[in-house]
């Protein structure tokens, strides 16, 4: 398998990678996969005053999802919530050259996202900051 | 230390530079240039004597006859030859055959295709640690059973085999054993004579020697024949045709020559370095030993690390050359077969790494590889979502 | 000169120094020892790239695409992976191949093995100077037909067969067409495109390159498949398993590689010295040329000699590494069947002696080769009982 | 094919091969084998005064043949007619080491040996000098 240097990139050192902290505004929370399909992605978005103030995830994954992971909380860092539900991560495919056959594993990060911004819509404000086994 | 390191001696070791050395005169050397197949003339008989010398070598590592060995292309095609030959040299007997589910893909391909053309196969499952029982080898046996055929040392986990008592089963069964020893050859002790082995696969490239040349040991006395898998002009009597390559056949006697001297010095530096990594790595949290901890060979350490995904672990040790479980790795497109029979689940054997040793191999690399695969997990852990206990 | 002087270059040529150098040192280099396909770790890679550049020197002798290319244990594996695979994968469409009766036995007993499986061979005698003729090869074409395998340059007699006449009938019926070209590939042009050409097996060491690796050209568009004969790891896109034989591939494609520049020259070269053996030896009463005349390629002289028995004639000549076509010498234990198809009776296939030549080839060993063989035949006859006109 | 060195020795230099010439006594000729059976042997025997005077042979035929008819003609050499009827060439084998393989093969030395007594006890006494084709 062959990496981008982009994708190395991400790897090495992934933005936004963790879990965000307490604090203002409302902290919202999605996942999408699972470990049997091989690769499973959380989401956590703190939303303040129609914003997404702060961007943060954790991936069990190939490195291409690793790096998708990266690049889109940094993308999505500042937009609105409805942008959650709108992001369309194929696009990440040309700027972190994922082939063909992996670009289907990039769709678990909308699922992600899309879950963030259902839980803000539910208003669900508990965010189970807690890790899974 | 040179980067990557080789971790990776069960896929195949570097050629012994005796053999290099050997190789290279037979190449070079105008007079021994000729077909061995040749017999009529003086060149032709000169390159055969260099074959038979060699076939005395590896024939000895083994303790048997020289003209119980015919060469092949490596253990692939002695796995074949073993499994669909003997099927085909024995059918009026019977078409059944016992083997497992965690032999090389060689022997399980090769009952698979035979079980297209109508023979019944048994496949036995490892217990969690690698093993096969002999006792389910024994009530797996039917009245029209033919073969057996299990591996010695398994070359994902390096678990050993019983073979001695499986073999004790078949014997008083009646029914021949074929045992693939590509990974055990040169480093685990293999008498066939006192072992009661009918049928024997081996490979140069797995032990110092080159790529591209094995043998299949065929017991005179209890087998005699095989079909043939491939037709041509009557090389290695009759049962792999095709002009012997001297250069290679040369090579592996030598190759097989110098384990058969090395043998005891080796096992034990790879069994020091295999426990040295072991006792560093199990420092991890989550980590887990693929096979039985006591029943193993030396040169294989097999782990697999909970919480971390294959391909990513994977390409975190791109300064190691190991073998992966993860799909993406090899030629097949599935997670380690072997250690999904061992029962573990898909992402655990994708999360597997094998780690093997050799002559080349030294402390030093194994201190590294050690705090570059905790530096990984570490990485890889800082942002999985899976808890593991105590990371 | 050197004794015996070597006239055997269609048995088995010695490996180019260049080919050699590059064997020795990819056995040499640690970094290049990995498992081809260990495609995960950089080692892996840096010796699946050699393999690959390979595959792309083999396809250019042949105006291939690389991955036409399967790489084997050399022309008889070929062979039989081209006939047998072929007969399998197409067994729904036909049952039934063409084929002649000289052959190499790695095609002959593939197709006699598929006649015990019960397919239907139609075997093609060739005219008395060796060559099978076009409209023969239709004639024999049935509706199930499904292949026609022949040979381009026969390895006993030298004569040419007129693949491009045969290859236009197999076109225009919709059979695929085999070609043996393991004594033509580097000695004669071949474009498999041009030539419409659909399997193609090939020898390296036929070639300055090592014994022990070989190739089938499989036409993407046109074949795409054929049934593997053994089963393993998927490597060859699984057409032929195994650990690929890096440094075997590798002198194989500088082999073919050296082979295409050197082709006008080296054809130029064993054309004459041929030429000057028959002017020299034709002198002899009672000497035939085998084969035809004209349709030949220049590496091969085959002659019988009347009144002169078999293995006589052959112990005559100790200081020549010739081929023979008595019995004894060589591991098949009848009288040439090549010649006997051509018509020969036994005691003149018998007395047959086949030259071959190759770059090494002088022509002063020739001037020795005619005085040896006319003082040899002197002395037989001086107390032979058979009366040879003009001797 | 392994030769021995006395097979070598009679190859290299034949005793007593080729044709006798005209002259006293009686001469016969008696021939074993055949080109199609791979070996043809010819034996020419001049008998006088109830003795074999001279012997002499041609053969087509493989190496240990060749030998054999050299040893043959030489051991019989001053032998009655009647030791040509009773020789058995068996008894080369030892001397020449013929493996097993092809000691069938002398037995047309026997057989060539016989008819020449055959002819001398027929009173034949035209000997067809002249070779085959
Ligand atoms: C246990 C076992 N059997 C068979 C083989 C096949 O050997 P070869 O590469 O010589 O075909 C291997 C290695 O790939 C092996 O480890
Ligand atoms: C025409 C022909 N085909 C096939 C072969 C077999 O080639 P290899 O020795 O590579 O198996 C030979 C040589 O022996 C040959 O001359």
């Known amino acids: ?133 | 230390m040179q980067l990557p390191v080789y971790f990776d001696y069960a896929a195949s070791t570097p050629v012994d530079p005796e053999v290099v050395g050997l190789m290279a005169d037979c190449l070079r050397r105008p007079e021994l240039a000729a077909n061995p197949a040749a017999l009529g003339h003086a060149a032709g008989r000169a390159a055969q004597a260099l074959v038979e010398a060699a076939r005395a070598q590896v024939a000895a590592l083994i303790n048997a006859q020289p003209d119980e060995i015919i060469f092949t292309s490596g253990a692939t095609e002695a796995d074949n030859l073993a499994v669909i030959g003997t099927a085909w040299f024995r059918q009026a007997r019977g078409r059944h055959l016992v083997t497992s589910l965690t032999e090389h893909k060689a022997v399980i391909e090769s009952c698979r295709h035979l079980a297209t053309q109508g023979w019944r196969i048994t496949w036995l499952r490892p217990d969690a640690e690698g093993l096969i029982a002999p006792a389910a080898v024994e009530a797996a046996l039917e009245p029209d059973t033919v073969l057996v055929s299990l591996m010695h040392v398994n070359n994902e986990t390096g678990v050993v085999h019983d073979i001695a008592a499986i073999a004790a089963i078949c014997r008083r069964h009646d029914v021949l054993l074929h045992v693939d020893a590509a990974q055990s050859a040169g480093r685990e002790r293999i008498d066939v004579r006192a072992g009661q082995i009918d049928l024997l696969s081996l490979s140069a490239h797995k032990i110092y020697g080159p790529k591209g040349v094995g043998a299949l040991f065929i017991d005179q006395e209890r087998v005699r024949r095989v079909s043939p898998l491939l037709f041509g002009g009557g090389q290695e009597r009759g049962l792999r045709p095709g002009t012997v390559a001297t250069h290679q056949v040369a090579g592996m006697g030598e190759a097989f020559r110098l384990a058969a001297q090395r043998l005891p010095d080796e096992a034990r530096h790879v069994t020091a370095l295999r426990d040295q990594l072991w006792s560093g790595l199990r420092q991890l949290p989550g980590i887990l030993l693929n096979g039985h901890a006591e029943r193993r060979s030396g040169h294989i350490l097999n782990v697999s690390i909970t919480g971390v995904e294959g391909e990513s672990l994977f390409y975190s040790l791109a300064d190691l050359c190991v073998a992966s479980g993860s799909a993406c790795t090899s030629l097949s497109n599935e997670a380690s077969y072997v250690l999904r029979a061992l029962g573990r689940p898909a992402a655990l054997a994708q999360s597997s790494i094998r780690f093997s040793f050799g002559r080349q191999s030294t402390a030093a690399e194994v201190d590294f590889a050690v705090e570059y695969v905790l530096r990984a997990v570490q990485h890889l852990r800082s942002f999985s979502p899976i808890d593991v206990p105590g990371a």
Chains 1, 4 share one sequence.
């Not at chain 1, 994708?7 to 902290?21: K, N």
């Not at chain 1, 992971?69 to 709108?86: D, R, V, Y």
């Not at chain 1, 040309?94 to 996202?113: C, F, H, N, T, Y």
């Open chain 1, 1 to 133: 398998m062959d990496y981008s240097s982009e994708v190395a990139r991400h790897f090495a050192a992934p933005r936004q990678a963790g879990t965000l902290p307490p604090g203002p505004g409302t902290l919202v929370r999605g996942e999408g996969g699972s470990v049997e399909q091989g690769a499973l992605v959380v989401f956590q978005a703190r939303i303040d005053a129609g914003r997404v103030v702060a961007l943060a995830w954790q991936a069990y994954g190939c490195p291409h999802v690793i790096a998708a992971c990266s690049l889109a909380a940094e993308k999505l860092t500042g937009c609105t919530p409805a942008e959650l539900g709108t992001f369309e991560p194929l696009c990440l495919r040309g700027p972190l050259e994922v082939p063909a056959l992996k670009s289907g594993r990039l769709l678990i990060i909308q699922d992600a996202l899309r879950k963030c911004l259902a839980a803000w819509d539910n208003g669900d404000q508990r965010s189970p900051l807690n890790k899974r086994n």
